[in-house]
Each structure stands twice: as structure tokens, then as C-alpha cells.
């Protein structure tokens, strides 16, 4: 939706790069936890996880879109189990059309999973229904530098939906795929199932498109960083041109639901006990000289197998595990429930907190990354070092190798 000349203006290398790429594969994980969603059952929009984008953004948000985007209740209801985003033909601001844009920035962001909404579209000339995802990096970086993932869009009568990407590789560059036609009539279940290697593209579970992303393939380091989302119904602009006299208004996209899952840690056994070993390095979570004190410090330190090298998982049934080292019966802990980078983790007595609470991710190729409850930051081996010593501290998650972590089962 921030993309800017004529839509799909697809760089020819990209679109050979792509032939070129090993053939996407099933999702590698064996399930998926449900971590967060908005059922829209309230009689209001939630303001825990969604905030409202008004006005006519810059150069029509980009595309020289026609709408101007408001907070009424006119534009946006909680009705009847559905988000209920309605475009209307009325003078307002200064435009001739009316619509809404909500997203979660700075309230809800993730890093891989699947991400689905089932929505009921709209049909006409000028009209641009889109549920798609931004890098929470966009006020520091800008776009495209952030990354845009499409999850799905549809102009005009199409019979069908886009789902692609943007980025920044020296410039702009696309990449999308049309899924098969669909009954517009009805709702549909479109989502994105991504991870570390790949951003796969379902209507219905039907896959229709699928972007490497390995190893940064391509420029790609953006779809290695957290997202958050956007719902939104456009009106107008450089992809769909304008309405026109057939164009029915209202006009309403309905969400019946939006839901966040990520990979089932299948592998991991609550009970078990583990060593933790970061990619980075090859060396594993180790608590400092041994300390059963409460505040010793997190480091890595080479693997001898030795109890304050050894972890007790236990999961909390919330989709969060707390990590009790063996040797002190103490769990990792954020210090003080920080929500600051940098912050080196300890031990400390369990006390039910949630800076003592981790969501543990499959990231692919067995590894997986840890993040805290209490502020969203993943476990991460400071500058990535090789060293013993080198801390273990909270990060932004930025989805690299200093944040992938190996657990092997002792016990």
C-alpha cells in the first residue's frame, strides 16, 4: 500500500532470481500456537491493539488515493462479530470519499508465523481492499528500507488477489503472485506463513506464492525483523484508478477475525532439561561462576555439560515456558521487568512474573528464538560473539544467528 508508480513494476532480476530459487517447500512446522488475535467481538474498536491513521497521508499515501481516512463510526464499526471498515462518496476534508485505516504499530508486532484474517471483500471500479504488514523499523529507515508484505490486496472486479512483496535491494524492487479466482460473495482466509526461509502466500490454505528468503537472499534482510499489521479499504489511486459511476457506495470490507500463530515448539518437552546453544558461537546459556545468588548473570560460556549450564523447562499454559537453572533453582529473569535493548538477563526466584516468562519460536533448521513476555526483546548473544563470556542480554528481535538458539535434551 506505501508502494509507489504503477503497481507490479516487478525489476526483471528479481523475477529471474526468483526462477532461479529452490522450490518452496511445506511449512516446516509440525504446528502452530494461537499467540495473539482480535476476534472483533466487542461493541468498539480495541485500542489495546489497534490504532486509527487519519487524513490523506502524503501524496495520497503514496498512491495518490482518493479517500480521506477518519476515526467515525461512520468508517469504522465493531458490529455483529466483524470490524466493519465502510468507504463512502462524501465531501469531507477536502476529498470526495471517505474510508478507514487501522493498524497495530507500536502496540502488537511480530517476527515469523502465520498471519491470517478472514475477510469478506468488496467489488468495484476504484475500490482497493488490503490486509498486509509493515517493518517496525519504517520511522527510523523509511520505505522501502522497512519492507512491506502484502498479504493481500484486491482492486477493482478482480477476480482474484495479489499478494507480494516490497523492499529495498539499491532501489525498490516487487515480487508477486495472483492467487486463482475466488466468489467475492463469500469470505475467505487469506494469510502468510513465514519464516526464516521463506513467505508463503494461502487463500484458504491453498498456497499461491512462495518468496525465498535465506540467508538474506536478494537484499531481503528486512523479513528478518518484526512486523505489524494493517487492515485498511482505499479508494482510488495509482493501481485501481478512480471509481466510476458503477462503483457502489458504502462500500464494506468485513473482517471477521485477525490471528497470529507461531511455529508449536513440538520438539520441546515441558519437564525436560536442556542445554542452550546459540548459533552465533556453538556455546550455551551459562550462569556466571556457578552463582546460586539471586542477579548472577547470564553469559556463554563453552559446553562441559555442568548444572549451571542445564535448564528446566516448564510451560505456563499460556504459550510461555519459564527456564530454571539446575543448580540453583533459580529461572532466567529480566532484571527489574526491563523493556530496554542491551539489558544483560540473571537468575532470580521464581516469582510468577511475566519478566520471567518466554515465548519459545521455531525459527527453522531445529533452532528457535526466546522473547520475553514482559518486552517483546528476543535472548541474543551480545555483538554476536564467539567468546566465552560474552553476555547474554535482551535485543530487538532482528531475527540473526546471535538469536538462534539450539536446545538439546539432557534429561
Wanted: with cysteine; glycine share 10%.
Amino acid at each position: 500500500m506505501l508502494k509507489k508508480g504503477k503497481f507490479f513494476s516487478i525489476l526483471l532480476a528479481v523475477i529471474l532470481l526468483a526462477t532461479l530459487l529452490p522450490a518452496p517447500k511445506s511449512s516446516a512446522a509440525t504446528g502452530w500456537n494461537l499467540v495473539w488475535s482480535d476476534e472483533f467481538n466487542d461493541t468498539s474498536l480495541n485500542t489495546s491493539n489497534w490504532t486509527y491513521e487519519t487524513g490523506t497521508g502524503s501524496s495520497g499515501w503514496g498512491n495518490n488515493e482518493l479517500q480521506y481516512y477518519t476515526g467515525r463510526s461512520e468508517n469504522l464499526q465493531v458490529t455483529g462479530g466483524n470490524l466493519v471498515i465502510t468507504a463512502r462518496k462524501e465531501s469531507y476534508g477536502g476529498m470526495d470519499y471517505t474510508s478507514a485505516r487501522i493498524k497495530t504499530q507500536d502496540l502488537k508486532s511480530f517476527t515469523y508465523g502465520k498471519i491470517e484474517a478472514r475477510i469478506k471483500l468488496p467489488s468495484g471500479q476504484g475500490l482497493w481492499p488490503a490486509f498486509w504488514m509493515l517493518g517496525t523499523n519504517i520511522t527510523s529507515v523509511g520505505w522501502p528500507k522497512c519492507g512491506e508484505t502484502d498479504i493481500m490486496e484486491r482492486v477493482n472486479y478482480n477476480s482474484y488477489v495479489n499478494g507480494s512483496v516490497h523492499w529495498d535491494a539499491d532501489g525498490q524492487a516487487d515480487y508477486g503472485q495472483v492467487s486463482g479466482s475466488l466468489d467475492f460473495s463469500q469470505y475467505h482466509a487469506y494469510s502468510v506463513e513465514w519464516d526464516s526461509s521463506y513467505i508463503r502466500w494461502y487463500v484458504d490454505d491453498v498456497l499461491y506464492n512462495a518468496f525465498y528468503i535465506e540467508n538474506n537472499t536478494g537484499n531481503t534482510e528486512e523479513f528478518q525483523k518484526p512486523f505489524f499489521l494493517l487492515l485498511n479499504l482505499a479508494v482510488g489511486g495509482n493501481w485501481p484508478g478512480s471509481p466510476d459511476s458503477s462503483t457502489p457506495f458504502p462500500a464494506q470490507m468485513l473482517v471477521d477475525y485477525v490471528r497470529v500463530y507461531q511455529a508449536s515448539s513440538a520438539d520441546i518437552v515441558s519437564g525436560g532439561i536442556y542445554t542452550l546453544t546459540a548459533k552465533c558461537s556453538g556455546k550455551v546459556l551459562d550462569v556466571v561462576d556457578v552463582s546460586t545468588a539471586e542477579g548472577a548473570k547470564m553469559q556463554q560460556w563453552t559446553n562441559y555439560t555442568a548444572s549451571n549450564q542445564q535448564f528446566r523447562l516448564e510451560d505456563m499454559g499460556d504459550g510461555y515456558y519459564k527456564l530454571m537453572a539446575i543448580h540453583s533453582g533459580k529461572v532466567l529473569d529480566v532484571p527489574s521487568s526491563s523493556t530496554s535493548s542491551g539489558v544483560q538477563l540473571q537468575q532470580w526466584t521464581d516469582n510468577g512474573t511475566d519478566a520471567q516468562r518466554w515465548g519459545i519460536v521455531s525459527v527453522g533448521d531445529g533452532y528457535y528464538k526466546l522473547t520475553s513476555k514482559v518486552s517483546g526483546l528476543a535472548m541474543d548473544v551480545s555483538s554476536a560473539s564467539t567468546a566465552d563470556g560474552a553476555l547474554v542480554q535482551q535485543w530487538t528481535d532482528n531475527g540473526t544467528d546471535a538469536q538462534k538458539w539450539l536446545f538439546t535434551r539432557i534429561n
